[in-house]
């Protein structure tokens, strides 16, 4: 006879505690597409991480996580009245993975693992928002988050992690490569194709205008992956320890592979470059952290360091205007993390590694799976989130007008700013004349171009 049900506690306390930095990573998700924008538009971009915040938390509780992980219905969603948000799951056999023969599962909490769940699809959200800084409504852009979350997300997932037909063709994808981050960079292509390009884009220079913010949120970001991508072990073992070991290596030779590039580009590193590096390395380790070894690792950060660096220029060469560089960073390094299990995935270090990598004594089964697989989901994510795009532009209106994109979105479209440079009394000359900056500085100077954003 089974034992009876019993909660492993160090799990789930792993769990937890990798639940709550993974949430960490959507304000430093924040502060980093924040300090990549202009100052005058900083405030309406750290708003979509924060909305996504709170409602992506209330739909995955009322229907997100059954959809995502309830009971298969034709390899294609989840049932949903499984986990209904208006039940409630506090019961001794309420644990994740519980069966007849094993009433413990994984020893968590099904609360703990929705919970955990709950982060990724929060943040998968609030990257697509990089892609269309400076001139979406903030209104479009809550109608589009729910949609696109309901349509596209949450079947994702199902069919990536809840049993659906990716997960049966054999594909691999241990922490969201494909289902968080190629997911997001096609709907981020698709919406800027409909929104247009920035005002001014690429004539003017759209610099960033903090990029200690940028730095501050890669730091939080990289912080953060751990859980992301160690958490998803769900217990604490020797592939945890791995998916961590991993997760720092590709991260740390995907900044040398970034800055590489700048210095033979630009003539000088960037700590701006440095910062991208670092979040295109924690992308493309995302799927593969517990498939590769720590020199494949290695390898795979150094690449995407590389080839991430050379495709964010790729929006000047076609003429999309993808504001803060999802599509160069999220989609193609999701991609080449994707792809990499296919070349390096080994069923020495992981048995869930069904089919060697080509580069590790394998043929190209792999391979072709895992192009497959993110093949059917790019295609997805674009195609719904252009249609929801364009309906909602055509309805309710996603682009602010062209005047309240020059003047600051952040006061069209939220009645505040971020910076208050005005003068503290009418003789002070307050925070200019603090730095030495006489009031009426002539607009169009440097001193006003750095005001304005």
């Given amino acids: 006879m089974p034992d009876a049900p019993t909660i492993d506690t160090g799990n789930t306390a792993w769990l937890l505690i990798s639940s709550a930095i993974v949430l960490l990573m959507t304000p430093g ?7 990549l924008n202009r100052s005058k538009g900083v405030l ?16 995955w509780l009322f229907y997100g996580f059954s959809l995502a992980f309830g009971t298969d219905q034709g390899s294609v969603i989840g049932n949903i009245g499984d986990y209904l948000g208006t039940k409630t799951f506090l019961g001794e056999g309420d644990l994740w993975g519980a069966t007849a023969e094993n009433p413990s599962g994984t020893g968590i909490p099904l609360y703990v693992f929705m ?7 929060i943040i998968t959200v609030a990257l697509i928002s990089g892609a269309i800084s400076d001139r979406a409504k ?9 949609a ?34 190629i997911n997001a960079g096609a709907a981020a292509l698709a ?18 205008h903090n990029v200690p913010f940028v730095a501050l949120g890669a730091g939080l ?16 073992d020797s592939i945890t320890g791995l998916a961590f070991i991993n997760t720092q290596v590709a991260t740390a030779a995907a900044v040398v592979g970034w800055l590489i590039v700048e210095k033979f580009r630009d003539g000088k590193p960037t700590l701006v470059g440095a910062s991208s590096g670092a979040i295109a390395g924690l992308v493309a380790i995302t799927p593969a952290c517990a498939f590769i070894a720590p020199w494949a690792a290695t390898l795979l950060g150094l690449v995407a360091g590389l080839v991430c660096a050379l495709a964010i220029s790729l929006k000047y060469k076609l003429g999309y205007d993808d504001s803060l560089d999802v599509v160069g960073v999220h989609f193609v390094g999701g991609w080449i993390g994707c792809l990499w299990i296919g070349l ?9 590694v069904a089919n060697d990598g080509l580069f590790v004594g394998g043929g190209v089964k792999q391979l072709g799976i895992q192009a497959l697989s993110a093949l059917i989901v790019t295609v997805y994510s674009f195609a719904v989130a252009f249609i929801l795009g364009f309906l909602i532009n055509k309805t309710i209106g996603f682009r602010v007008s062209p005047e309240a994109e020059v003047d600051g979105i952040d006061v069209a479209e939220h009645a505040e700013s971020a910076y208050d440079l005005q003068p503290a009394s009418g003789s002070g000359g307050g925070a200019f004349a603090m730095a030495g900056i006489k009031p009426g500085a002539a607009e169009g100077s440097p001193v006003s171009e750095k005001v304005n954003g």
């Fill in 29 to 35: 998700l924040a502060l980093f597409y924040g300090g």
């Fill in 44 to 59: 309406n971009m750290m708003m979509m991480s924060f909305s996504a915040m709170g409602l992506i938390s209330v739909l």
């Fill in 115 to 121: 919970a955990f769940q709950m982060m990724f699809a």
């Fill in 138 to 146: 903030f209104g479009g852009w809550l109608v589009f988050a729910g």
């Fill in 148 to 181: 696109w979350a309901t349509l596209v997300y949450f079947p994702v997932a199902h069919w990536v992690w809840g049993g659906g037909f990716i997960y049966d063709l054999g594909a691999l994808d241990f922490a969201g490569g494909t289902a968080v981050h």
């Fill in 191 to 208: 919406l800027v194709l409909v929104l247009g390009k920035r005002v001014g884009w690429p004539r003017e220079s759209m610099k960033p």
């Fill in 221 to 236: 970001l990289w912080f953060g992956w751990f859980g992301f991508n160690a958490g998803s072990e769900l217990t604490a």
């Fill in 344 to 352: 390096f995935g080994d069923s020495a270090v992981n048995a869930l």
